[in-house]
């Protein structure tokens, strides 16, 4: 069900009672010293202890089997995960089925006992009697992944948490990770030792207990009427000290040591630039190449130009120049940022509609926010929310950084320009009230309707959105009690990770986006959430699950995310202080909620020369009056020149106008048909798949509704250009399914393929570097070309080796052909790149796939690719544009 929740003013005394509710919903409450949550409660002993008996953390376990040595269960992302809490030192698992993948649970914290703590002998059972059964009656058996087998020799489990690995290589039989079946019944079993530390210890009442251990002097001090938001500050600022890694950098999270670009960076944005700065750079440096491009660390396919949030870099070192005014780093950081958007735009700008090409940005895990036909170059050619209002905002730093550098800086707010324009044209959905979370298809892109939280607010906060529809987004958009949806609505049947969850730094950037617009149901709400998650978890947890706010049952989560960590920060420095830096001021602009009044102060803010102490009294949604060393200023605001000790005063104007959010449970969308061509004669049909739940069915031509059917057939008639087709499922609701994958349909001679001499040949970096092709077009007109290439070089989720090549038609440049990753090894697997759109007369041309140095990939050692054809393919006369 779907409902609108408004929020009325509120009407407060000068204080409020320690523990008069903060915020109050049917999920949940906040007070200033605790968080109940039906029987479960948080509460702040003191500032640096908070005691909580919500089922603590326990360490998850992800696996999967591997029959004779080969990892061929399933593929990556998907794998069985358990929860180590012993009971008598045991844990027994339930009976697994090879290759049956595992159904997303829905685990509640109602449900969850506690644990023991220490080293617990596991049992992980597994039924093999399809396996042995398939291969005494047929002779062999077919694994999900992997080749044929014809005898089962052994069986390994393999995993992320010792005494598992991952790589089922180095198992031996005989080794304690072999399961065995002892009695021939077909049920295998393995008895392995885990250790099942919790990360908090117990008190003496069996509460878990967060106590600070660290020195916090390097930060501000926080302090409050608020004591659990006190504590929650400081139990923030240790984490942050605990991800600090040796070398000065700063790790993603508890399970992920490495420095990752987006993360990083979306962290130094939130709160970390202001109060890190020196870390932030550190880590910012480390992910920059020796051509001193910014690295795309993750990405499908092998990585860039697919993806391209490394741009997020950009955000971040604006924010340590701002705080910090350190011209060196000021003309290092803009070569850098320089550089890399040239390659960008080079790669994956769209002229045609002003937008960049490429996964969205955070939410880069395929399946989980995409549907399954999507292959690597189908992500590529998409245009997507989040990434483009990361490169708006990146454009808008290059612009002030210019200003700063005092370089000419207009070309630059002119590509700012042109990426919001883009995004207003060709994303705003103005029925529903928010972005389309992106476009996709093949030749033809349409939109996908979903609601897309961080794209969103990054649009909010870098100015993308216009004004005028600002508080219409954040009155449109979809929550849920427990904080911001990633997407929404949900697909069915992909297990909970980006799907269906909510992650704290999403909510924190949402409460920023509200509280820059002056959205006060919406600051409330995200406010709230991040306390009551942090406080009953004792850490700041990667992700939970949205319907039920519980951090179990998600694909993979850890503590002491970095983006949580800082999303929680940014509550105290982006919201209830209001603190903004800019070229050449600090600026204040709290957003303060009613029940939140009170004096609270901020010592210790480093900004450029100066030391500030900062007091913010009352509440409101605006400045009343503002004093500088107990002197009135017109602004709240501090210049980039001060310098020493500093006080600055703040009172709030007590205004807090109602506003509306938008509450939503849980809606997860139709399935996405599958289509297909069938001919009989001289008829051409389209016929799809049957949906469960589906009331209507939506036919799309090139990226258009053209009719609603309630069959799962249509007749299609071929036509002079080629017409992609597709389909949709409705529910009762209205709720949509994906569209599903491209159908081509088009008549004789509408497509031609060309094949190099020596075809299939092979593309490096130094050989095959410029390959010419002759073309015959038969009519002037609009002509896809795409190449039917393959590339081994890498698995489709992780590494850098993505072949990138620029085409060329009679020597004109038309555009770049991305052929990413297709799985490790796998140079017989073959695909389509992205197609290049080009007018054309009639009569004899000539087509180059040539490599240049804006083509280099992150690897910049392998770029390789076979190339079997290009097909060039007439087109309507008329573009859709949707």
Do not use: C
Not at 197 to 210: E, K, V
Not at 486 to 515: D, E, L, R
Not at 858 to 871: E, F
């Amino acid at each position: 069900m779907i409902f609108r929740v408004a929020l009325a003013a509120l009407v407060t005394a000068p204080f409020l009672h320690a523990q008069s509710p903060l915020y109050r919903s049917p999920a949940f409450e906040v007070t200033a010293s605790s968080v109940r949550q039906g029987r479960f409660e948080a509460r702040a002993i003191s500032r640096d202890t908070i005691e909580s008996n919500y089922p603590r953390a326990a360490r998850e376990v992800h696996f999967k089997f591997a029959l004779n040595g080969v990892d061929d269960e399933f593929p990556p992302g998907i794998e069985h995960t358990i929860n180590l809490r012993p009971h008598s030192g045991r844990i027994v698992t339930v009976l697994y089925a090879f290759g049956v993948p595992p159904e997303p649970a829905l685990p509640r914290p109602e449900d969850a006992g506690e644990g023991e703590d220490g080293v617990a002998q596991v049992t992980i059972r597994l039924d093999l009697r399809a396996v042995r059964r398939s291969i005494a009656e047929r002779g062999y058996y077919d694994p999900p992944l992997g080749t044929r087998i014809t005898k089962l020799e052994s069986v390994f489990v393999i995993g992320d948490t010792d005494p598992l690995v991952w790589d089922s290589r180095a198992l031996r039989p005989g080794m304690p990770q072999q399961l065995t079946d002892p009695d021939g019944d077909g049920i295998y079993e393995a008895t392995l030792p885990f250790r099942t530390d919790y990360l908090r210890p117990l008190a003496a009442d069996g509460r878990a207990r967060w106590a600070r251990r660290l020195d916090l002097s390097v930060f501000p001090t926080l302090t409050s009427p608020q004591p659990l938001l006190d504590a929650l500050y400081r139990l923030s600022l240790e984490e942050l000290l605990e991800l600090k890694r040796p070398d000065g950098a700063l790790s993603a999270g508890a399970k992920w040591p490495g420095v990752w670009t987006r993360d990083v960076a979306l962290s130094s944005v939130l709160a970390l630039a202001f109060i890190a700065p020196d870390a932030v750079r550190t880590s910012l440096m480390m992910k920059v190449d020796s051509e001193g491009r910014i690295i795309q660390d993750t990405g499908t396919g092998g990585s860039w130009p697919v993806s391209t949030d490394r741009m997020t870099w950009a955000l971040a070192a604006w924010e340590v120049y701002a705080m910090t005014g350190d011209r060196v780093w000021l003309r290092q950081a803009y070569d850098i940022i320089r550089r890399s958007a040239e390659a960008d735009r080079h790669a994956a700008f769209d002229a045609t509609t002003g937008l960049f090409r490429g996964e969205s940005s955070f939410l880069d895990w395929r399946e989980q926010s995409y549907p399954r036909w999507m292959q690597p170059a189908d992500i590529y050619q998409s245009e997507a929310l989040g990434t483009n209002a990361v490169h708006h905002g990146a454009y808008r730093v290059l612009a002030s950084m210019a200003r700063a550098l005092g370089e000419p800086a207009a070309a630059w707010d002119a590509r700012a320009d042109s990426v919001r324009d883009g995004i207003a044209n060709d994303l705003w959905q103005p029925a529903l009230g928010w972005h389309a979370q992106f476009r996709y298809g093949r030749v033809a892109l349409s939109r996908s309707p979903r609601a897309e939280a961080l794209g969103e607010a990054l649009a909010l906060v870098y100015g993308a959105t216009p004004m005028v529809d600002r508080r219409r987004v954040l009155a449109s958009a979809p929550l849920v009690p427990f904080g911001t949806p990633t997407f929404w609505p949900y697909i069915a049947g992909v297990p909970y990770y980006h799907n269906a969850t909510i992650w704290p730094f999403v909510s924190a950037y949402w409460t920023w986006a509200a509280a820059d617009a002056g959205h006060t149901a919406a600051v409330e709400h995200g406010l709230a959430s991040l306390t009551r998650a942090t406080a009953l978890f004792l850490t700041n947890k990667e992700n939970m699950v949205a319907e039920t706010g519980h951090f179990e049952g998600t694909a993979l989560n850890s503590d002491r995310q970095l983006w949580s960590v800082a999303g929680t920060l940014a509550m105290t420095y982006r919201v209830l202080f209001g603190m903004r830096a800019e070229e050449d001021r600090l600026v204040f602009r709290p957003m303060v909620p009613p029940a939140y009044a009170g004096t609270r102060t901020l010592r210790g803010v480093r900004y450029r020369g100066a030391e500030l102490t900062v007091t913010v009294r009352g509440a409101g949604s605006g400045v009343a009056r503002a004093l500088l060393d107990g002197r009135p200023v017109a602004r709240a605001e501090v210049a980039a020149t001060l310098t020493g000790a500093h006080t600055v005063d703040i009172e709030m104007d007590g205004r807090w106008p109602a506003a509306a959010t938008h509450l939503v449970g849980t809606v997860v969308a139709p399935a996405t048909p599958v289509a297909a061509l069938a001919v009989t004669g001289a008829d051409t049909g389209l016929t799809w798949t049957a949906i469960a739940g589906a009331a209507r069915y939506v036919l799309w031509r090139d990226g258009r509704a053209v009719d609603t059917v309630h069959t799962t057939s249509v007749r299609v008639h071929p036509s002079a250009g080629l017409a992609e087709y597709q389909v949709s499922a409705l529910d009762d609701r209205g709720v949509a399914s994906f569209l599903s994958e491209p159908v081509r349909v088009a008549s004789a001679g509408v497509e031609q393929v060309v094949r190099p001499a020596g075809a299939p040949l092979r593309l490096e970096r130094d050989r095959n570097t410029s390959v010419r092709l002759p073309v015959q077009i038969p009519a002037t007109g609009r002509y896809a070309v795409d190449v039917q290439y393959a590339n081994g070089s890498g698995p489709i989720n992780t590494e850098d080796k993505a072949a990138v090549r620029t085409l060329l038609v009679d020597g004109r440049e038309v555009g770049v052909l991305v052929m990413p990753q297709r799985g490790a090894g796998r140079w017989d697997d073959w695909g389509y790149s992205n197609p290049l759109v080009v007018t054309l007369p009639a009569g004899a041309h000539e087509i180059t796939i040539v490599w240049s140095a804006l083509d280099e990939n992150m690897n910049r050692a392998v770029s390789s690719a076979l190339l079997d054809h290009v097909r060039v393919t007439r087109l309507p006369d008329s573009p859709a544009r949707r």
